[in-house]
């Protein structure tokens, strides 16, 4: 191997080096990371639990509505069988 070959194997290892530290996630971003993701996680969690009990309310209003309108129709079925 040439000097010159040397010489262009240390510079490319040297740029590897600096380019490999530069990519590597240190201590710091890496807990800021993990603590986005655990809010997104808890930001979703929480859409889905608001989602859950908005279906459930809308679903309990439902039979309440249906109860209703059948009471109302027996209700109006007994007035007209006891006129007549």
Known sequence: MTQREEIKELVKEAVNSVLDDRSRVDAVMHREHHEAV????????????????????IFGWGIISIISAVGWAVWNAVKFLVKE
């Open 38 to 57: 655990q809010r997104w996680i808890e930001r979703e969690n929480e859409k889905a639990r608001i989602t859950a009990k908005v279906k459930a309310q």
